[in-house]
T-cell receptor
């Protein structure tokens, strides 16, 4: 079975500052890794995914994440955040070849001016 | 191409009633998964359908059921509603089973009184 830990429930940051949202996972089998964003009263939007290959993954809206197999981490980063990035961010894992996503508890990113 | 659509968007029911939620996947997508999102339990996998067959099921009681039609549209049903069933129910679709990218709909928010 897989599990995902998002260490920070809330991350406050000022506009134009860099941010890192942390994600650690646990799995005994090969997995895919994902970051999703959820804006208020909306569904989930895929930010980026790691399937294989380069450990640095670039996504939409200027976000990127780095897969670290030895530390079983997949932290999300953005060099300069905007007010519009205020949302809930979910890290998720799925066993390769399977549809089921296992999500972390989410990190609320609060960007203030 | 239209995204995943879910109907209705909002629903209020009373304890003991049953409810049916509908999901229309992106055109051409054949795999549909359902998730429940609550403040206490977070995002949890309910079940996955591909080619009208349930391929995987999460850890939910038998009151939760689903089906998929030949046009890939899916419905989920919850019988004998309980207060704890109040949640946002999200549907996700992908092109084929086991494909890594799932696209989420806006969800149906169910309130059980």
């Amino acid at each position: 079975a897989q599990s995902v830990t998002q260490l920070d429930s809330q991350v406050p940051v000022f506009e134009e500052a860099p941010v890192e949202l942390r994600c650690n996972y646990s799995s005994s089998v090969s997995v895919y890794l994902f970051w999703y964003v959820q804006y208020p009263n909306q569904g989930l939007q895929l930010l980026l995914k790691y399937l294989s290959g380069s450990t640095l993954v670039k996504g939409i809206n200027g976000f990127e994440a780095e897969f670290n197999k030895s530390q079983t981490s997949f932290h999300l980063r953005k060099p300069s955040v905007h007010i519009s990035d205020t949302a809930e961010y979910f890290c998720a894992v799925s066993e390769t070849g399977f549809q089921k996503l296992v999500f972390g508890t989410g990190t609320r990113l609060l960007v203030s001016p | 191409k239209a995204g995943v659509t879910q109907t209705p968007r909002y629903l209020i029911k009373t304890r003991g009633q049953q409810v049916t939620l509908s999901c229309s996947p992106i055109s051409g997508h054949r795999s549909v998964s359902w998730y429940q999102q609550t403040p206490g339990q977070g995002l949890q996998f309910l079940f996955e359908y591909f080619s009208e067959t349930q391929r995987n099921k999460g850890n939910f009681p038998g009151r939760f059921s689903g089906r998929q039609f030949s046009n890939s549209r899916s419905e989920m049903n919850v019988s004998t509603l309980e207060l704890g069933d109040s949640a946002l129910y999200l549907c996700a679709s992908s092109l084929v089973q086991g494909q890594e990218t799932q696209y989420f709909g806006p969800g149906t928010r169910l309130l059980v009184l």
